[in-house]
């Protein structure tokens, strides 16, 4: 496995007691820092969003920062920035621009999924509508939506302006498994554009990239790999940069 891996996740569920994701402080924690070993150096938490019900965007700021903070204790460079995974309705874009539905760390990128048996024309016109409106839109998991089975449609999307992050857990596996070969053809024909763990809790889905990093070395050149892992979400933190203060990942991204 190279070294050096400079990870940024940008699909993480660590914020405690907010989702499905992970449910106190310690747990939180111990899910970073078995990132942490595997080569990330930032993470953005996305936690799930997008309805009227749920923790307010203030809440959100105040839990991120108690991770940092404790974070900070232990691993006084790893920097987490605040997202959401938003779930696609009519009134999203309403939200977005009322501050109720959160960007991916303040830049103009947003973290969108639907439902895995969405029809192909509502998330279509879900992701245009987003990035008519001047927002980036990241179909979250893309391995799910068997819409996009189809090779028109998943080609559409794309030639329609949205980018695609795919769960490192699709990758691992036999070649053998059809899921698996189709997820990892997307990844050789340079379709994904960021990888993340969508990590949740200790006992299920905990971050384990191992078996994805040791397949793409295998198989996929070193530039590719540092762009679905971290160049690509360094350019979105640069985006959110001209907002707020990225704090430190750039002169950590760029060294070495």
């Known amino acids: 496995m190279p070294l050096n891996r400079k990870i ?3 699909h993480a569920h660590i914020l405690p007691g907010v989702d499905d994701g992970a449910r106190t402080m310690e747990e939180a924690c111990l899910l970073l820092e078995q990132a942490i070993d595997q080569g990330a150096i930032a993470v953005v938490a996305t936690p799930h969003g997008g309805g009227r019900s749920g923790p307010k965007p203030y809440e959100l700021q105040r839990l991120a920062g108690q991770v940092q903070q404790e974070m900070s204790r232990r691993h006084p460079k790893f920097r987490i920035f605040l997202g959401q995974e938003l779930y696609y309705h009519e009134g999203l874009l309403e939200q977005l621009a009322a501050g109720e539905a959160l960007t991916m760390a303040g830049s103009r990128y947003v973290l969108v999924e639907f439902d895995p048996s969405v029809p192909y024309s509502l998330l279509y016109r879900g992701l245009r509508s987003l990035y008519a409106a001047a927002y980036q839109p990241i179909l979250a998991h893309v391995e799910r939506y068997q819409c996009l089975r189809r090779e028109e449609n998943l080609l559409e999307v794309l030639a329609g302006g949205c980018l695609l992050q795919m769960n490192y857990g699709g990758l691992a596996g036999s070649r053998w498994n059809s899921e698996t ?21 200790e006992d299920f889905r905990p971050p384990r990239m191992e078996g994805a990093l ?13 762009r679905m892992t971290g160049g690509n979400a360094y350019q979105m933190l640069v985006d959110a940069k001209n907002r707020r203060d990225t704090n430190g990942v750039h002169a950590k991204y760029t060294k070495g």
């Open 214 to 226: 040791d397949w793409m070395d295998r198989h996929v050149e070193w530039k590719e790999q540092k």
């Open 8 to 10: 940024i996740d940008i």
């Open 181 to 201: 070969r189709w997820r990892r053809n997307q990844v050789l024909a340079g379709r994904v554009h960021f990888l993340g763990t969508d990590m949740h809790r």
